[in-house]
């Protein structure tokens, strides 16, 4: 699986985006995440979903803000992200894995991750 994320760009506090995790080669995998790694930091957990049941989880600093969904038709994941702050910004990165474990927010779990794609929220 080959993923291509796309949609970042600079925005004001506020402001919203929206990510899109496309697919191409085999069949999209039945988990996909998004991750992030801000600036001098490590890469965190954001978002996932699974794609058979559409079932979705996200970490405590996004809840309410961002909204991960799916269309399998078009193999893409998208994420919604409203209400951004400066302490959004960072290279976003989705991630798909081919069979479901337990844990959902940890690299790991995860065979095939995508290029990144940077979003800056200025204040």
């Known amino acids: 699986v080959q993923l291509q994320a796309s949609g970042g760009g600079l925005v004001q506090a506020g402001g919203s985006l929206r990510l899109s995790c496309s697919a191409s080669?085999?069949?999209?995998?039945?988990?996909v995440g998004w991750f992030r790694q801000p600036p001098g930091k490590d890469r965190e957990f954001v978002a996932a979903i699974t794609l058979s049941t559409g079932s979705t989880f996200y970490a405590d600093s996004v809840k309410g803000r961002f909204t991960i969904s799916r269309d399998n038709v078009k193999n893409t994941v998208y994420l919604q992200m409203n209400s951004l702050k400066p302490e959004d910004t960072a290279v976003y990165y989705c991630?798909?894995?081919?069979?479901?474990?337990?844990?959902?927010?940890?690299?790991?779990?995860?065979?095939?991750w995508g290029q990144g794609t940077l979003v800056t929220v200025s204040s």
């Open positions: 991630a798909a894995a081919q069979t479901l474990r337990i844990t959902y927010d940890t690299e790991p779990t995860y065979d095939n």
């Open positions: 080669g085999r069949t999209f995998s039945r988990l």
